[in-house]
């Protein structure tokens, strides 16, 4: 933490000022931290201070906090993720890595945001922190990021990273930031497979788990539709809502003349702040986008999700067929039937169908980020949970629509990437085939590498204050440095890093010597130098012709 230390000496008022630091590679300490300011739910009756804990990953070069990344978690409604997990998601590669690792390495500094369970002070309620109010959330992050500006010695620009939902509270705090006059110091903004036009559960899959909630009155099935479907949070980014399609009065019977996508009013009322905040204006928007960005489908339309039967406990056995929504223009499509008997006799039935748009077939097959639906059951499933979940006959579906990671204004969910597309984002990456939500593969580490490149990392020739120079970058076949004999003690050890963090070559040299020589790589692009010198280090951007 900066500390501020003031004291009298010959009658002239003295403040030192002490920044956050550890030692090279340290972690900080588990703090709390309140929002910026209360924040009022659409169904509160007064606004409510939000709770969030962060710690720091200190670099591994210096241990002093200057030059910060923030990472901001996403849906967590059981607080499931801790600030390793979190952590975590920089992994990447074989053998596995992290990029987050890979920038300490660099001198940067990792700071981890985590929405933990809570009990709220002013009126005693129960809050899930990873499934509270986005916009509370958001606020949470404008705190931190006006504590880290306080805490990080120098003036640098930050980067904002926000996997998942994590992508929508980074995006308010950002804006709201914006709009509210408070200087944010950010340069670049990283939006992680993010649902900016919502996520996707599959509706028969929603429905199915409603009514053994409610039918069955199952608590097992009760939980996991409260936390997975009716959180605050899911019911604002859920495109399609189950709640949305009920007949008036009723807790699981659907509405058939309600069979498009329907979103929950809470969704609504989020979009049309969304929407009226827009995306950050004064930073450089990136985004990883898991799902395809050639149209490839992740799933055929009105495909089978489930046929077979469960045996409930204390029930007929519950014979269940559930199907993905269908193709474009098809209407009246069942997409739910659950039939109970006992002893051969139907107890009870249960029927939804769907439509889908003129405009594009169901989002349950389009193109995305997938999620496994075993996800939804937790490592612990109740006998019935266990159940459904060997009975589902897909693994994945839809989860962040790629058309809905790229932010594109109502768009065709199937439709390819060509470039063409309106989005907030200055530059983005996926690929040709649908990946599981929030995978960082090679590629992408390389693309995020170099982007950041650009922020914290510089190509001035001029190093350790002169005492080495590049002679020449960007540099063809051959890595030319001049020494500075006088300035210098020692061996000089240099590294040169690929932007993957492969280790490429390994030199040492006698500090001696006017000038060194080395081979460049064969490939053209972005490289690192990191050079040592008994107690100084330093790492540098190479360009290859």
């Known amino acids: 933490m900066k500390k501020l230390f003031t004291f009298l000496f010959l009658n002239t008022l003295v403040v030192y000022t002490v920044y956050s630091q550890g030692s090279p590679g340290d972690v900080g300490s588990l703090i709390a931290i ?48 801790d600030i390793n997990t979190i952590y975590s998601i920089g992994t990447y590669g074989d053998p596995a890595q992290n990029i987050f690792d890979n920038l300490r390495d660099e001198g940067l500094d990792v700071v981890v945001l985590n929405f933990p369970n809570y009990t709220r002070a002013d009126d005693g309620a129960d809050i899930q922190g990873g499934a509270d109010y986005i916009e509370r959330n958001g ?66 899959f929603q429905y199915a788990v409603n009514y053994f909630a409610e039918y069955l009155d199952n608590a097992d099935m009760a939980a996991l539709r409260d936390v997975q479907l009716n959180s605050v949070a899911a019911k604002q980014m859920l495109l399609d809502h189950y709640s949305a399609h009920l007949q008036d009065g009723e807790s699981y019977l659907q509405d058939t003349s309600l069979q498009l996508p329907l979103p929950n009013e809470y969704r609504t009322t989020f979009m049309t702040t969304m929407d009226g905040l827009g995306f950050p204006q004064q930073t450089r928007n990136l985004a990883i986008i898991n799902g395809s960005l050639n149209g490839t489908m992740t799933a055929t339309p009105g495909a089978t999700l489930m046929d077979g039967e469960i045996d409930p406990d204390g029930v007929g056995a519950a014979d269940v067929n559930l199907h993905f929504t269908p193709a474009i223009s098809i209407s009246d499509y069942n997409i739910d039937h659950i039939e109970i008997t006992a002893y051969g006799v139907t107890i009870n039935t249960f029927n939804a169908v769907a439509a889908s748009p003129t405009s594009s077939s169901g989002l349950d097959s389009a193109p995305g980020g997938t999620v496994l639906f075993d996800s939804y059951f937790g490592s612990n499933p109740s006998d019935l949970e266990q159940q459904v979940q060997d009975a589902l006959m897909v693994d994945a579906f839809d989860f962040i629509p790629t058309m809905s990671s790229l932010a594109v204004d109502e768009p065709d969910w199937y439709h390819s990437v060509n470039g063409s597309e309106t989005t907030p984002f200055d530059n983005y990456i996926g690929g040709n085939t649908n990946q599981p939500h929030l995978t960082l593969t090679e590629e992408y580490a390389a693309f995020l590498m170099d982007e950041f490149a650009s922020v914290y990392l510089s190509t001035d020739p001029l190093w350790m204050d002169d005492a080495i120079r590049l002679l020449k970058n960007p540099v063809e076949n051959t890595v030319s440095l001049r020494l500075d004999s006088n300035r210098l003690q020692g061996n000089i050890h240099i590294q040169m890093i690929a932007v993957s963090g492969q280790l490429l070559g390994d030199y040492s040299f006698d500090s001696n010597q006017a000038e060194i020589h080395f081979p460049s790589p064969s490939v053209s692009g972005l490289y690192w130098l990191k050079i040592d010198n008994n107690s100084s280090s330093i790492t540098k951007k190479l360009i290859v012709k």
């Open 34 to 81: 309140d929002s910026y300011t209360g924040f009022q739910g659409y169904d509160e009756d007064t606004p409510h201070i939000g709770q969030g804990e962060y710690q720091i990953f200190y670099d591994n070069i210096d241990g002093i906090l200057d030059k910060p990344i923030i990472i901001c978690d996403g849906f967590d409604p059981e607080d499931s993720r």
């Open 139 to 204: 606020l949470v992050l404008v705190n931190l990021i006006e504590t880290i500006k306080t805490e990080m010695s120098g003036t640098q620009d930050l980067i904002v990273i926000g996997p998942s939902m994590g992508g929508l509270i980074t995006r308010y705090a950002l804006t709201y930031m914006e709009q509210n006059a408070l200087d944010h110091q950010t340069a670049i903004w990283l939006s992680f497979d993010s649902p900016h036009r919502g996520a996707n559960v599959p509706i028969s």
